[in-house]
Nanobody, 119 residues
């Protein structure tokens, strides 16, 4: 079992930045892939970013060049640095772990943290 807790969400103006954090507990963290997803209001959940345990990264098309995923295995943490935020980035952001299909299927999910970008 893996427990995931996100933090760092909030209200920010368009063009601003936020850094989301996710702490994992419950099993060996360093050997599993970690990811971020988001669900905008009234829309389906979408893939944002994934980092393998080896450090390979993948990004959704809508965030490439603006968002950066990173992780600190010693602290069991994964981060999402979000820059140049847009109103369309408004969503609940979820941390996910232990992928069976990168960008699509994960065994563990956090509860989410709200990010609101005002235009």
């Amino acid at each position: 079992q893996v427990q995931l807790v996100e933090s760092g969400g909030g209200l920010v103006q368009a063009g601003g930045s936020l850094r989301l954090s996710c702490v994992a507990s419950g099993r060996t963290f360093s050997r599993i892939g970690m990811a971020w997803f988001r669900q905008p209001p009234g829309k389906e959940r979408e893939f944002v970013a994934h980092m393998t345990w080896a450090g390979t990264v993948y990004y959704g098309d809508s965030v490439k060049g603006r968002f950066t995923i990173s992780r600190d295995n010693a602290k069991n943490m994964v981060y999402l640095q979000m820059n140049s935020l847009k109103a369309e980035d408004t969503a609940v952001y979820y941390c996910a772990a232990d992928s069976t299909v990168i960008g699509a299927r994960y065994n563990y999910w956090g509860q989410g943290t709200q990010v609101t970008v005002s235009s």
